[in-house]
């Protein structure tokens, strides 16, 4: 049995927390997080929005713990209001995609670095018969995820059967049908990932995928997995199979990401101040209590204690769990959380952000990293986890990354020379040309994961410049590093049969090789808002339409490229594109990130967000205040 999971927290610890203690409150809520974030994440598959829903639960945990009238049932009631958090998740997603059923084909797709299969094979360390089995479970039906979730976390010695079935509202009888056959779907599926990994593999498996978009679908599993069953060369693959339960005793919680546990405090305020839980009704906040002017409860050291992290963060306004930066109820807070099912606002404001303060440029390049860097920028917090910026320096480079609110930026080179990474945001290394594949600048790309931009338009001589075979016969030495990988970014024909991206994406599928999700550049030549958005939805639509895969748009503005140079809009319409088109972004799920281009605003670059560090143009304002 783990350590990391039934040990804590005891029921002491609880019964203190319901009495007000704000010490064993931070304890609680910090030793939840672990499990909390397992169940999530699982049962979501990773989605982005597995940050908003491990917030929402361990806010109802706050804002309900006096009202638990058995304290040794804590665990139970967690896993519960957990798994109530991710149905009511579910449902307003369905009501999302019916509504936008007539406009666009949106799909949930998962953020690759936040899969949870790939997550447990990466960190975990699984090899083997262990690694098919995470594998799988990509092929679950929908329904069953929920249920996976716990089940996992059953076999791993983190949850017991009596628990599952509290949380699941059923039989612990009945839980066990439900198990037995989702294990025989797992079991199905299993054979399905041999079979697809063999090499020399089957013949005639091949001629039964061949209209397969490589993505795990339950349709696909029960396909597949006829072939297999009616298959002697496949169906003998899968006759070493060992049962799952054993694969899985003994295997701990998945890890909290990198950089989550700095962000837990190591003392919480002492008992005497203001209390931070109260009985169900308004939401809790410093009006509850004493606190600072203008402020929010502190812990012994100064900062904010977890449980005002907890209930202040703004929904969607960190990076990603699995990123590892900021996660979920431990990020800075700037406002309070409305919940969908509160009726109002409070009645307290936030307490206002501090002023940005200058920073000057490093002299010596940072070393490549995803985590913040040692002496953080003072900076507001980002206000999407999608919104990035591409960046080249200039004077005053590192204070304006802190000042757009960028979550994320990259340099299309794999270290960040002279620029500082702001508090709250990540680093993304790129692979920009064949020259660049590399032992060292491959390490470089590594250590900065985990995700890894490739092959800048290589459709362009004057960019990347790479033929189709060039680009797929350096594309193992990328798939080493482990990274999450971006296909090469296009300048333009991304949805085309036959084009470029087509090709390479064409041989890929065909060498077996990975792409994780496709990345993308668009330029818009018609300065019109409402035209130029529905032009780059139609692009984005067609891209993701064709290849099924999270998109990334890592260039993108208006400009008009001819033979007389590139012609630019007034910064107003730039600035009305730029939050028209944000807008619309945020509509499509399958679109994870963007990045606007880019940082700088010169005479050249006149789609810029800053001209210093500190002022910012027309499209510069709008930037900070996009989502």
Same mark, same amino acid.
């Given at each position: 049995?783990?350590?990391? %999971?039934?040990?804590?927290?005891?029921?002491?610890?609880?019964?203190?927390?319901?009495?007000?203690?704000?010490?064993?409150?931070?304890?609680?809520?910090?030793?939840?997080?672990?499990?909390?974030?397992?169940?999530?994440?699982?049962?979501?598959?990773?989605?982005?929005?597995?940050?908003?829903?491990?917030?929402?639960?361990?806010?109802?945990?706050?804002?309900?713990?006096?009202?638990?009238?058995?304290?040794?049932?804590?665990?139970?009631?967690?896993?519960?209001?957990?798994?109530?958090?991710?149905?009511?998740?579910?449902?307003?997603?369905?009501?999302?995609?019916?509504?936008?059923?007539?406009?666009?084909?949106?799909?949930?797709?998962?953020?690759?670095?936040?899969?949870?299969?790939?997550? #447990?094979?990466?960190?975990?360390?699984?090899?083997?018969?262990?690694?098919?089995?995470?594998?799988?479970?990509?092929?679950?039906?929908?329904?069953?995820?929920?249920?996976?979730?716990?089940?996992?976390?059953?076999? #791993?010695?983190?949850?017991?059967?009596?628990?599952?079935? +509290?949380?699941?509202?059923?039989?612990?009888?009945?839980?066990?049908?439900?198990?037995?056959?989702?294990?025989?779907?797992?079991?199905?599926?299993?054979?399905?990932?041999?079979?697809?990994?063999?090499?020399?593999?089957?013949?005639?498996? %091949?001629?039964?995928?061949?209209?397969?978009?490589?993505?795990?679908?339950?349709?696909?599993?029960?396909?597949?997995?006829?072939?297999?069953? +009616?298959?002697?060369?496949?169906?003998?693959?899968?006759?070493?199979?060992?049962?799952?339960?054993?694969?899985?005793?003994?295997?701990?919680?998945?890890?909290?990401?990198?950089?989550?546990?700095?962000?837990?405090?190591?003392?919480?305020?002492?008992?005497?101040?203001?209390?931070?839980?109260?009985?169900? %009704?308004?939401?809790?906040?410093?009006?509850?209590?004493?606190?600072?002017?203008?402020?929010?409860?502190?812990?012994?050291?100064?900062?904010?204690?977890?449980?005002?992290?907890?209930?202040?963060?703004?929904?969607?306004?960190?990076?990603?769990?699995?990123?590892?930066?900021?996660?979920?109820?431990?990020?800075?807070? =700037?406002?309070?959380?409305?919940?969908?099912?509160?009726?109002?606002?409070?009645?307290?404001?936030?307490?206002?952000?501090?002023?940005?303060?200058?920073?000057?440029?490093?002299?010596?390049?940072?070393?490549?990293?995803?985590?913040?860097?040692?002496?953080?920028?003072?900076?507001?917090?980002?206000?999407?986890?999608?919104?990035?910026?591409?960046?080249?320096? &200039?004077?005053?480079?590192?204070?304006?990354?802190?000042?757009?609110?960028?979550?994320?930026?990259?340099?299309?080179?794999?270290?960040?020379?002279?620029?500082? #990474?702001?508090?709250?945001?990540?680093?993304?290394?790129?692979?920009?040309?064949?020259?660049?594949?590399?032992?060292?600048?491959?390490?470089?790309?590594?250590?900065?994961?985990?995700?890894?931009? =490739? &092959?800048?338009?290589?459709?362009?001589?004057?960019?990347?410049?790479?033929?189709?075979?060039?680009?797929?016969?350096?594309?193992?030495?990328?798939? $080493?590093?482990?990274?999450?990988?971006?296909?090469? $970014?296009?300048?333009?024909?991304?949805?085309?049969?036959?084009?470029?991206?087509?090709?390479?994406?064409?041989?890929?599928?065909?060498?077996?090789?990975?792409?994780?999700?496709?990345?993308?550049?668009?330029?818009?030549?018609?300065?019109?808002?409402? =035209?130029?958005?529905?032009?780059?939805?139609?692009?984005?639509?067609?891209?993701?339409?064709?290849?099924?895969?999270?998109?990334?748009? =890592?260039?993108?503005?208006?400009?008009?490229?001819?033979?007389?140079?590139?012609?630019?809009?007034?910064?107003?319409?730039?600035?009305? &594109?730029?939050?028209?088109?944000?807008?619309?972004?945020?509509?499509?799920?399958?679109?994870?990130?963007?990045?606007?281009?880019?940082?700088?605003?010169?005479?050249?670059?006149?789609?810029?967000? &800053?001209?210093?560090?500190?002022?910012?143009?027309?499209?510069?304002?709008?930037?900070?205040?996009?989502?």
């Amino acid at each position: 049995m783990s350590s990391a %999971g039934r040990a804590l927290p005891d029921v002491g610890l609880v019964v203190a927390a319901r009495q007000g203690d704000q010490r064993a409150l931070d304890d609680v809520v910090a030793a939840s997080l672990p499990l909390v974030y397992n169940i999530v994440g699982r049962a979501l598959r990773g989605h982005a929005d597995v940050d908003d829903v491990v917030q929402e639960t361990l806010v109802r945990v706050i804002r309900y713990l006096p009202a638990l009238n058995d304290p040794a049932a804590y665990r139970s009631w967690l896993v519960a209001i957990t798994i109530r958090q991710v149905r009511d998740w579910e449902t307003r997603r369905r009501v999302a995609l019916n509504r936008d059923a007539g406009l666009d084909a949106i799909h949930n797709v998962p953020d690759p670095a936040s899969d949870f299969a790939g997550m #447990t094979i990466l960190r975990l360390g699984l090899t083997d018969q262990r690694r098919e089995v995470a594998e799988a479970t990509r092929w679950l039906d929908p329904d069953d995820q929920e249920l996976l979730s716990l089940w996992w976390l059953e076999e #791993t010695g983190e949850l017991t059967r009596n628990e599952v079935a +509290d949380a699941l509202g059923l039989s612990p009888g009945h839980v066990a049908v439900r198990i037995h056959r989702m294990k025989e779907q797992i079991q199905s599926a299993r054979g399905v990932v041999r079979a697809l990994r063999a090499r020399p593999g089957c013949p005639d498996l %091949g001629v039964v995928t061949a209209d397969w978009d490589g993505t795990p679908s339950p349709l696909w599993r029960k396909r597949l997995a006829r072939h297999v069953r +009616d298959c002697a060369f496949c169906d003998r693959l899968g006759t070493t199979l060992l049962p799952i339960d054993r694969l899985l005793a003994g295997l701990p919680l998945l890890p909290l990401p990198a950089g989550l546990g700095a962000h837990l405090p190591s003392a919480a305020a002492p008992a005497a101040a203001a209390p931070a839980v109260a009985p169900p %009704g308004p939401p809790v906040g410093p009006s509850a209590g004493a606190a600072p002017p203008g402020g929010a409860p502190t812990d012994a050291g100064g900062g904010p204690s977890v449980v005002d992290l907890a209930v202040n963060r703004p929904r969607g306004l960190v990076p990603s769990l699995a990123a590892g930066v900021a996660a979920a109820v431990l990020a800075i807070t =700037t406002a309070v959380v409305i919940l969908p099912d509160d009726p109002s606002a409070p009645s307290w404001a936030a307490p206002p952000s501090a002023a940005p303060t200058a920073v000057a440029t490093p002299t010596v390049a940072p070393t490549p990293s995803v985590r913040p860097s040692s002496k953080p920028l003072v900076t507001p917090v980002v206000s999407s986890t999608r919104k990035g910026v591409g960046v080249w320096n &200039f004077a005053g480079a590192s204070q304006a990354l802190a000042n757009s609110k960028a979550s994320w930026y990259y340099t299309w080179g794999t270290q960040h020379p002279g620029i500082s #990474t702001p508090r709250g945001a990540t680093f993304v290394p790129m692979i920009r040309s064949a020259e660049n594949v590399t032992a060292p600048e491959l390490a470089r790309a590594k250590a900065a994961g985990p995700y890894l931009l =490739t &092959f800048n338009e290589p459709d362009l001589a004057e960019q990347a410049n790479m033929t189709v075979e060039q680009a797929l016969d350096l594309w193992p030495q990328l798939m $080493a590093t482990g990274s999450r990988l971006g296909s090469p $970014a296009v300048a333009w024909g991304g949805p085309d049969p036959q084009g470029w991206l087509d090709r390479f994406m064409t041989g890929a599928q065909a060498r077996g090789y990975r792409v994780d999700f496709i990345t993308l550049h668009w330029f818009g030549a018609d300065f019109t808002t409402a =035209t130029a958005v529905a032009q780059l939805r139609q692009y984005l639509q067609a891209v993701y339409q064709r290849y099924r895969k999270p998109i990334w748009l =890592t260039e993108f503005a208006l400009i008009r490229f001819g033979g007389g140079g590139s012609q630019f809009p007034s910064q107003e319409q730039q600035a009305a &594109f730029l939050t028209a088109a944000t807008a619309m972004l945020g509509q499509l799920s399958y679109l994870q990130r963007y990045a606007w281009f880019g940082l700088p605003a010169t005479d050249k670059d006149r789609s810029g967000l &800053f001209s210093t560090g500190t002022e910012t143009t027309v499209v510069g304002r709008a930037f900070q205040a996009a989502r």
